[in-house]
């Protein structure tokens, strides 16, 4: 049974940061690209950052240079360091694998985290 189980998500003023984490089992860790998505209420869920298997790693263009993804395999934890945090990150945040290049199916999702980021 896959589990991913996310962490860190808090109330926040603007300008702090939080680490969020996402422990996986059931699955090869190692072989799935990780990533981090967010929901913010009435609006859909968008890729935020995510890293392969190789570690090569992607961005949303608003959260460039002030997010980090990273991973730790002998964990099976994928973490997203968020600093200098906006009013506009407040959402929950899912945590996402996939290994659907090897066949459909193998995408799984958390429960979510809600960040929520106070002006």
């Known amino acids: 049974q896959v589990q991913l189980v996310e962490s860190g998500g808090a109330l926040v003023q603007a300008g702090g940061s939080l680490r969020l984490s996402c422990a996986a089992s059931g699955i090869i860790f190692r072989d799935y690209t990780m990533g981090w998505y967010r929901q913010a209420p009435g609006k859909q869920r968008e890729l935020v950052a995510s890293?392969?298997?190789?570690?090569?790693?992607n961005y949303a263009d608003s959260v460039k240079g002030r997010f980090t993804i990273s991973r730790d395999n002998a964990k099976n934890t994928v973490y997203l360091q968020m600093n200098s945090l906006k009013p506009e990150d407040t959402a929950v945040y899912y945590c996402?694998?996939?290994?659907?290049?090897?066949?459909?199916?193998?995408?799984?999702w958390g429960q979510g985290t809600q960040v929520t980021v106070s002006s």
């Open positions: 890293i392969t298997s190789r570690r090569s790693t």
């Open positions: 996402n694998a996939d290994l659907t290049r090897v066949g459909p199916g193998n995408n799984y």
